[in-house]
């Protein structure tokens, strides 16, 4: 069975610091992993996602993600934190088979203080 | 280009109550899911549309739920009753096909809660 385990509830970081939000998958084949944002009252936001190839992948408002295929990782990285960038981060995979099904983790709140 | 609509917002009904939710997806979008999302935890899926046939369904509770995606594109999702246990955020989302790569596009979401 294919699940995403983000390990914090919630990551602080002071804006201009870099930021990490961890993202851990288990499946049984290839994953798409993918990254998205949610503001309150608003619905998830795509930021960046992996396919296959270059295993850092940029993506919007400056985000990245690095794909570890031995460690089963794909952490969301910013250089320098934005208090605008306080919001929840869903990490989420899917496997490269048909008809399966997009897997959220539970969320991990990024709040950033100024 | 607008985004995915759904409506109502916000909707607070009595136990045992009948509740729909409206989604109308980004044009051309011939993908559609339905998502539940509980406080503190990430969506997850009940119902995937591709046009108007539901391809995957196996998490809908049928015995009360229920959807639709007539001419396969708006679709509406039903609860009939309402459980106090229902009360969640219900979010539509679409995408451009089926691909397991292509990203879904989220509309913000319908608040239900059951008192």
């Known amino acids: 069975a294919q699940s995403v385990a983000q390990p914090e509830d919630q990551v602080n970081v002071a804006e201009g610091n870099p930021l990490t939000v961890k993202c851990t998958y288990s499946?049984?084949?290839?994953?798409?992993l993918f990254w998205y944002v949610q503001y309150p009252n608003r619905g998830l936001q795509f930021l960046l996602k992996?396919?296959?190839?270059?295993?850092l992948v940029k993506g919007s408002y400056g985000f990245e993600a690095e794909f570890n295929k031995s460690q089963t990782s794909f952490h969301l990285k910013k250089p320098s934190a934005l208090v605008s960038d306080s919001a929840l981060y869903f990490c989420?995979?899917?496997?490269?088979?048909?008809?399966?099904?997009?897997?959220f983790g539970k969320g991990t709140t990024l709040s950033v203080s100024s | 280009e607008a985004g995915v609509v759904q409506s109502p917002r916000y909707k607070i009904i009595e136990k045992k109550q009948p509740v729909a939710f409206w989604c109308n997806p980004i044009?051309?979008?011939?993908?559609l899911y339905w998502y539940l999302q509980n406080l503190g935890q990430g969506p997850e899926l009940l119902i995937r549309?591709?046009?108007?046939?539901?391809?995957?369904d196996s998490q809908l509770p049928k015995d009360r739920f229920s959807a639709e995606r007539l001419k396969g594109v708006d679709s509406t999702l039903k609860i009939q009753p309402a459980e106090l246990g229902d009360s969640a955020v219900y979010l539509c989302?679409?995408?451009?096909?089926?691909?397991?790569?292509?990203?879904?596009?989220f509309g913000p979401g319908t608040r239900l809660t059951v008192l």
């Open positions: 549309y591709e046009n108007e046939e539901a391809v995957d």
């Open positions: 499946v049984s084949g290839n994953p798409y």
């Open positions: 992996y396919i296959t190839g270059d295993n």
């Open positions: 989302a679409s995408s451009l096909g089926d691909r397991d790569w292509n990203e879904q596009f």
């Open positions: 989420a995979v899917r496997v490269n088979q048909a008809g399966t099904a997009l897997i």
């Open positions: 044009s051309g979008h011939n993908t």
